[in-house]
């Protein structure tokens, strides 16, 4: 199963070349040269859906059985999620335009 976690690696560089040359590294934009980012693939990120809709289901049955606080925690954290995608949507939206 792939990892869920992304990462932007640096160019390798020689220490005696500057940072002005990292900037010709390849562009994602350039079909002949990989990307330097790890991207999510669209089935992780289906995962992610998936989890969180199992983890609010934990949190309804922590709620029916009064552990309101454990529910709350939950429900509080999955909240935060949906703000902070919303949030990078927002700023997906400016970048292009």
């Known amino acids: 199963m792939e ?3 992304f ?4 160019p390798a560089t ?23 980012i790890k991207w999510m693939t669209a089935r992780q ?3 992610v859906s998936i989890r969180l ?6 949190a309804m049955r922590s709620e029916a059985k009064g552990d309101y606080f454990k529910s709350g925690e939950l429900a509080f954290q999955i909240r935060e999620i949906i703000h902070a995608t919303a949030a990078l949507l927002i700023k997906s939206r400016r970048a292009k335009g």
């Open 14 to 36: 020689a220490p005696h070349e500057s940072r002005l040359d990292a900037l010709n590294a390849p562009r994602a934009s350039d079909p002949d040269q990989p990307s330097l």
């Open 53 to 58: 809709e199992s983890i609010k289901q934990a």
């Open 3 to 5: 990892t869920s976690e």
């Open 45 to 47: 990120i289906q995962e």
């Open 7 to 10: 990462t932007a690696e640096a």
